[in-house]
């Protein structure tokens, strides 16, 4: 079980990401100075419904495990980025466009 602090620090990161944009678990890690996206990955799992679980989501593109036809209506709603919709279970974002990039001010903190 992650640390109080760790599980803060992530859903802080988390709250502010914007509408129609996304970050990975590694991103997230990033963001508050740890190289841990699976600890990242834990505190989604355990307390992501707090927040908008939807903008996390794996380096792959696709949509956060067993959420994918709960976190669409999400996506189209905020005009998120997709590609390949095969159907409600099958469809990737389209990282190359959502992903929130580096120079955003969430990674104000981290030092590259």
């Given at each position: 079980?992650?640390?109080?602090?760790?599980?803060?620090?992530?859903?802080?990161?988390?709250?502010?990401?914007?509408?129609?944009?996304?970050?990975?678990?590694?991103?997230?890690?990033?963001?508050?100075?740890?190289?841990?996206?699976?600890?990242?990955?834990?505190?989604?799992?355990?307390?992501?419904?707090?927040?908008?679980?939807?903008?996390?989501?794996?380096?792959?593109?696709?949509?956060?495990?067993?959420?994918?036809?709960?976190?669409?209506?999400?996506?189209?709603?905020?005009?998120?980025?997709?590609?390949?919709?095969?159907?409600?279970?099958?469809?990737?974002?389209?990282?190359?466009?959502?992903?929130?990039?580096?120079t955003h001010e969430i990674y104000a903190?981290?030092?590259?």
């Amino acid at each position: 079980m992650p640390n109080q602090e760790f599980v803060n620090a992530v859903l802080a990161v988390v709250e502010r990401i914007p509408s129609g944009r996304v970050m990975t678990y590694g991103d997230v890690g990033i963001a508050i100075g740890s190289e841990a996206p699976r600890a990242v990955g834990r505190v989604m799992a355990l307390y992501g419904h707090a927040v908008a679980w939807w903008r996390v989501v794996p380096a792959s593109g696709l949509p956060p495990q067993g959420h994918a036809r709960l976190a669409l209506p999400h996506y189209r709603e905020e005009g998120t980025p997709l590609r390949r919709v095969a159907s409600p279970d099958d469809y990737r974002i389209a990282l190359s466009s959502a992903r929130l990039p580096y120079t955003h001010e969430i990674y104000a903190e981290v030092a590259f």
